[in-house]
């Protein structure tokens, strides 16, 4: 069956360092992989896509890689700060369809 | 900046029970979803809705399940009859289709309590 699986446990890092999540995927061949992110009690927000066809995006302070041979994708937030602190979701596409697919999410917090 | 808006924020119903859950796409938006959130689980996907009819959906939108545009503006999800289970919080979400990132945009949510 398919599978998304994102780090279970929360990461903590302290402000300023760089924040790494994990996107693993099995049984599945995304058209484009989607990153969220969830404050408490809220809908997701949009933050980046990344194609198949390519290896890496940025945005600011975000990056994401995407390797379909491994079938992981990377989320990286650079200088974190404490407002980064929130539930990141990782979600896929197929081809051919626009609905999510999500993963349970990762917890980050961030702390001064 | 435009934003979806979902109403109730909160509903508690009776097992068996009918609910509408009510939701004002962005305005010039051509797709739209509906996905659901146990609480401490992940974001799942529903349906979707598109050129007025259903384009996907899941296999929990189910017969008790349905969706509406009733108008030009409102999307609205149906539960027939509630069971406990279906204790969620409920998202609805659009999108235009177009442009590089196809992302969508998730409105507040309601939080369905089915006691």
């Known amino acids: 069956s398919q599978k998304i699986e994102q780090n279970s446990e929360a990461l903590n890092i302290q402000e300023g360092k760089t924040a790494t999540l994990t996107c693993n995927y099995t049984?599945?061949?995304?058209?484009?992989l989607q990153w969220y992110r969830q404050d408490p009690g809220r809908g997701p927000v949009f933050l980046l896509l990344?194609?198949?066809?390519?290896k890496e995006k940025r945005k600011e302070r975000l990056k994401v890689t995407f390797d379909t041979t491994l079938k992981q994708s990377l989320f990286h937030i650079t200088a974190s700060q404490p407002a980064d602190s929130a539930t990141y979701l990782c979600?896929?596409?197929?081809?051919?369809?626009?609905?999510?697919?999500f993963g349970k999410g990762t917890m980050l917090l961030v702390s001064p | 900046e435009p934003e979806v808006t979902q109403t109730p924020s909160h509903q508690v119903t009776q097992m068996g029970q009918e609910v509408i859950l009510r939701c004002v796409p962005i305005?010039?938006?051509?797709?739209f979803y509906w996905y659901r959130q146990i609480l401490g689980q992940k974001v799942e996907f529903l349906v979707s809705?598109?050129?007025?009819?259903?384009?996907?959906k899941s296999e929990i939108f189910d017969d008790q399940f349905s969706v509406e545009r009733p108008d030009g503006s409102n999307f609205t999800l149906k539960i027939r009859s509630t069971k406990l289970e279906d204790s969620a919080m409920y998202f609805c979400?659009?999108?235009?289709?177009?442009?590089?990132?196809?992302?969508?945009?998730f409105g507040p949510g309601t939080r369905l309590t089915v006691l």
């Open positions: 979600a896929l596409v197929k081809s051919g369809y626009s609905t999510l697919t």
């Open positions: 979400a659009s999108s235009d289709g177009t442009g590089e990132y196809n992302e969508q945009f």
């Open positions: 809705f598109y050129n007025n009819e259903i384009s996907e």
């Open positions: 305005s010039n938006h051509l797709y």
């Open positions: 990344i194609r198949e066809n390519e």
């Open positions: 049984n599945y061949s995304p058209a484009y």
